[in-house]
């Protein structure tokens, strides 16, 4: 939901909407009950399988090769940093994208102060994310017009009428990131990150998903959508705590 109220504050509500990494399918299923006409793609077998049994998604198993069409909104959520070409990859993009069509991009943020020593380098993530090198991977073919940096960066691009030259980022720019990699370090993260309090914020997790295991994931999702017929925003399972 924070993710569709981030695309509504850019005044976007409705449009085909493609999710690429689609996962398990809650943020397509919302992304259709909010305006949407939300579609998916994923490449786990299990995740997309998922996602059409609980939601009745339209998730197709496969990778981005195999999406044709033309899209108003495609998303990627911690997705991008798994991608061996991102330049290949924003092309692609391009391609799937209506004129003047948006890319909402979340990804790692290499700068964040909650991300733990022993987890900065995941091995799974090919590449790592500023606010400056996203920017610069996307800017053949993107303009950034909305930045978020709650722990996890986000970037909303609009599509270029036409594409140019890549601009990478300059030497002020690589200086500071230098600098702040410098910085990161177990203190930051215990104190400024809060590290110290995941312990506490793991508990009670676990204590909101054991109150809410007796209801199906669809009932789990419905709570967050208005579905009063007069327009009042009524929640669905009023004894399941918010997430």
């Known amino acids: ?62 990778y981005l090769d195999n999406i044709t069409g033309q899209y108003d909104v495609l998303t990627l959520f911690h997705v991008l940093e798994h991608l061996p070409s991102p330049q290949q990859a924003f092309h692609q993009f391009y391609q799937l994208l209506s004129e003047e069509g948006y890319l909402l991009i979340e ?23 500023s606010i400056d090198t996203l920017m610069a991977a996307a800017s053949q ?21 036409v594409p140019v030259n890549i601009r990478l980022p300059d030497t002020t720019s690589v200086a500071k990131i230098r600098t702040r990699l ?28 054991r109150k809410a295991s007796a209801y199906k994931p669809k009932e789990i999702l419905d709570q967050f959508l208005p579905i009063s017929p007069a327009g009042r925003t009524v929640s669905v399972l009023k004894s399941v705590p918010r997430y």
């Open 141 to 161: 073919y993107f303009d950034a017009i909305m930045i978020d940096t709650g722990s996890n960066l986000k970037i909303l691009f609009r599509a270029k009428q």
């Open 182 to 209: 410098h910085q990161k370090g177990w203190l930051e993260y215990l104190f400024q990150g809060q590290g110290l309090l995941k312990p506490i914020k793991k508990l009670v997790e676990r204590m909101r998903e």
């Open 1 to 62: 939901m924070q993710r569709l109220n981030f695309l509504k504050n850019a005044g976007l509500r409705t449009g085909r909407l493609l999710d690429v990494g689609a996962g398990g399918g809650e943020f397509t299923y919302l992304a259709g009950k909010t305006g949407f006409a939300a579609s998916g793609v994923e490449p786990n077998k299990g995740y997309s399988e998922y996602a059409r049994k609980e939601y009745q998604c339209d998730i197709k198993t496969g």
């Open 107 to 129: 990804v790692p943020w290499i700068e964040a102060r909650d991300a733990s020593p022993h987890n900065i380098y995941f091995k799974a993530h090919l590449y790592y994310y």
